[in-house]
């Protein structure tokens, strides 16, 4: 045996036998259950992270033990064209050769976007292989392929005739900066300092308004007069004002309610209009009502049947414009900072703009219902706390806009329609179409659906949502039992990983320097599913120690002389420890608790088995006890630590085969020794305790010495003449003090 564990070699070696053997691949098995599991396909925008090194590690422990438990397991890899993201990499490589996208053709342009998905889509694979993943290559599907773009056909075709995909001017997102409409779960809010404008929309009819409202905060005496002041941080939409509104309870506004007030900047005349909606708390309780720049003015324009005016220009300069005019006019009363959410874009960040637009849309409320029902009716979101976000999303669910403004990406499958498909609608039937759908395949009925999702909590609305309506409404069916959220890894101070911070850790280097199963232990050891794990180089490192230590065991035992088959009280305690570890083991991985089943694994190994039974049987060598306990150890751990575990098990141990296939450890009631264990415990506790008592007994003799040293250096000190003569009193008081504490100290410790 090598000194340590050649995880260079091994590591490809063992994925080459088990891509060569077929191992990952799942088929059409009637004497088996199926166990599904979809990796979700990551973005082919850039190399892998940290993070996806951990989302996918999660459904490879599980899909390996599940294999070893019986089921035919499949793990369904694939890659998500991205189109967005990938648009603007390619835009911008084209444009570090000094080619501009405007200048190409569509087809030009689309010829380097294939270009990117080949190479990148190569790159990725060759990353989740490094990853160890037991994927079956065979199956690996790309949201662009010619069966993914059937299956998108297939659905557009199918909610059109049912009318739930349908053309319409509404209110949308519109990033200026991707030139593109968006959906409402690609906007982000962030908080930003502002201005806060109150404008006067004088009383078109001043007199009566004079006569009637004596209320002070009312008359707001500017140069043109009296009216209802309105507070806003975007004055340059002022121009698409078509009324203001007060809530109809508000005393202070109530008579004014059916009145014309005269628009600030473009003088026409507009209602003031009642609405429940309007906060009387906030600002000056009333509010201009500007339906094409504003998602909750639409609503209430569409209310009141006020015909939207739609702004051509917002930019800066408008706003500028804008605030000069009011200022000029007079209208302008006030202007205050204000901290306040601006929605912003998920890709680039730039504010997005409310706009009303022609675009393609979702009809979302029928297909929600079920949906939501779904969590009463089998599905399972695991950790729990989760549901709440999964339901306030579906009952908040506006109709989803699902045409982009960009050459890449699936195109809107109507003749003559330039735009292309939100890539969330094909991801959205990424657990049927992958499986054949809409085909009616032997592997469909069998493998579909799936069993679990394993995906961050942030993409819950995206695509977990759109995954489960989809799935109902084409295959009749929820497409998993249950989604698995995890956290975000973090970094060992518990911050973000970001580019800016430089805090990144790329998972391919650490695999490269500490090997696969040492970053698969090290990123999930101690995790829990619903919290953001911590990550850093030194687990890594302690991971690889763990494996050492198991190298090291294995070696131990091949040097061992075998044939002494006397069970003794160690041996006993050891495989009722055992029983107890496998018992713990499989209700830990039932339950995804891989974080506390790594660590106690660990315990198991390093405590129980090395400090404690290692020790022990170098007098007493039951070989046949020592190996039956690394066998079952290593088939207990391998879904964790695939590499090592096939190598000593299959190689080292000789025992052939692979430990993808081998059964799954089950408790052995023959080898439960209560009554010997407890002994056993209470002898390593005595042992405990007596090497405590020896390390007491050395640690005191070292203080005696040291006293013995201080009182004769206090005692020369006090009997020197020169010292008791010069020595200024306090000085010579505390040389006292301190004889008679050590004097103290020392009688204490001997007697
Ligand atoms: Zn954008």
Known sequence: MEKNFDFKTAEAQIYKKWLDTDAFRANVNPNKKPYTIILPPPNITARLHIGHGFCFTIPDIITRFKRMQGFEALYLPGTDHAAVATEAKVTEELRKQGIEKSSLTREQFMKHIEAWYKTYSEQIIGQLKRMGLACDWSRFAFTMDEHSTRAVK??????????????????????????????????????????????????ADESVLRKKYAEPFLKQNTSVGIGIVVATVRPETIPGDVAVAVNP????????????????????QIPVIADDYVDMKFGTGALKITPAHDFADYDIGLRHNLKPIVVADLDAAARTRAIETLRKNGTL?????YTGNVGVCYRCFQPV???????????????????????????????????????????????WCISRQILSGHRVPVDGETDTLDTWFSSALWPFCTLGWPDDTPDFRYFYPT????????????????????????????????????????????RKMSKSLGNG??????????????????????TKLDRDPRYSIEKATLARNFIN??????????????????????????????????????????????????????????????????????????????????????????????????????TELGLGGTLLTAEFPKEDKKNNYPKEAKQFEAHIAQVIQSRNAKEQAENAAKQIVHLEKE?????????NPGFVKNAPKNLQDLEKQKLKEYTEALWKLKN
């Open 154 to 203: 297939e659905v557009f075709k199918r909610l059109h005739e049912k009318g739930l995909i349908y053309r319409g001017e509404r209110m949308i997102n519109f990033c200026p900066g991707c030139k593109s409409a968006l959906s409402d779960a690609e906007v982000e809010y962030k908080t930003e300092n502002r201005t806060m404008y109150h404008v006067c929309y004088p009383a």
């Open 249 to 268: 309870k508000d005393k202070r506004y109530a008579k004014l309610i059916g009145t014309m007030v005269i628009n600030p900047l473009t003088g026409t």
């Open 333 to 337: 009363v006030s202007e205050k900072k």
């Open 353 to 399: 703009e409310p706009t009303i637009s022609k675009q393609w849309f979702v009809a979302m409320k029928e297909l929600a219902k079920p949906a939501i029902e779904a969590l009463n009716n089998g599905l399972a979101i695991v950790p729990k706390k989760f549901e709440k976000i999964y339901l306030h999303w579906l009952n908040n669910i506006r109709d």
């Open 451 to 494: 069993q679990t999702m394993v995906t961050a909590y942030e993409i819950i609305f995206f695509w977990v949502i759109r995954m489960v309506f989809s799935g109902i409404e084409f295959t009749g069916k929820l497409p998993f039992e249950r989604v698995l959220f995890h956290g975000l890894v973090r970094d060992g101070q518990g």
């Open 505 to 526: 850790i790329d998972p391919i280097q650490v695999i490269d320097e500490f090997g696969v199963d040492a970053f698969r232990f090290s990123i999930i050891v101690g």
């Open 549 to 650: 230590k198991i190298w090291n065991a294995t070696k131990f035992y091949l040097n061992m002389p075998k044939g002494d088959t006397e069970l003794r009280p160690a041996d006993k305690w050891l495989l009722t420890k055992l029983n107890g570890i496998i018992k713990s083991t499989t209700r830990r991985y039932e339950k995804f608790d891989f974080g506390v089943a790594a660590n106690d694994l660990q315990r198991f190994f390093w405590h129980d088995f090395c400090d404690w039974y290692i020790e022990e049987s170098k007098h007493t060598r039951n070989a046949a006890v020592f190996g039956h306990v690394l066998t079952t150890f290593l088939r207990l751990i391998s879904p964790i630590m695939p590499f090592v575990t096939e190598q000593i098990y299959c």
């Open 711 to 719: 009182i004769a250096r206090c005692k020369n000190m006090l009997a």
